[in-house]
């Protein structure tokens, strides 16, 4: 107890407290930010200009995944026997499948961009073999397969248009690149929000 009541003793403890409470308020303020910014990777980004809350990315994500299943089944049972196409099907559903996988495992934004940029091309591979067979059929897949496509294609132009990116750009600048922040960025340990990109 007596080396408690030494003053360079007390001092040290409470720069240790202090220190302590420092980084705790530190992490616990940019932890609510952070969380703020990932929030807005699934339930969208107000737009005050427009006035309302743009689209998630993530439900996005999930229609362009549904809308690949959709072109998928139009393959199978109006060409099931094309060799062509089924080399292109099984670049599609494996794409489908990851970002699926992907989804539900909850990866982050970057990853799921990588994700989705395979299945954006996995797609238009198969829509390119796929259209001219539906087309050369006559049937009615044809309305179908482009509704499924322009699906996927709508839901990209909604991810692109989603200001998430922007959310995470404006947050690093406004929250972690001024000051107190940027000097005190070394004891914070919360996981930054990533870019869909």
Known sequence: MKLLKKQPVAILIALIVVAGALVFGVNRSVGAEV???RAQFYSGV??????????????????RS???????????????????????????????GALISALTHGMGPSALFSIDQALEL????YFAVLHPLVVEAEGEDLAALEAAYGTMQ????????SGYNEAVRTFH?????????????????????????
């Not at 199978?76 to 026997?81: G, I, L, Q, T, V």
């Open 46 to 63: 107000f737009d005050p200009q427009a006035g309302f809350t743009r689209t998630g990315i993530h439900g996005q994500l999930t229609q």
């Open 66 to 96: 549904t809308a690949a299943l959709r072109m998928l089944s139009i393959g199978e049972f109006s060409h099931p026997d094309s060799e062509e196409l089924a080399e292109v099907e099984l670049q599609l559903r494996t794409a489908q």
């Open 122 to 125: 996995a797609a238009e591979r």
């Open 154 to 161: 709508g839901a990209a132009r909604v991810i692109r248009e």
């Open 173 to 197: 600048r406004t929250v972690m690149g001024q000051f107190p922040m940027n000097v005190l960025r070394p004891i914070v340990f919360q996981q930054m929000p990533e870019l869909f990109a």
């Open 35 to 37: 969380e703020a910014v």
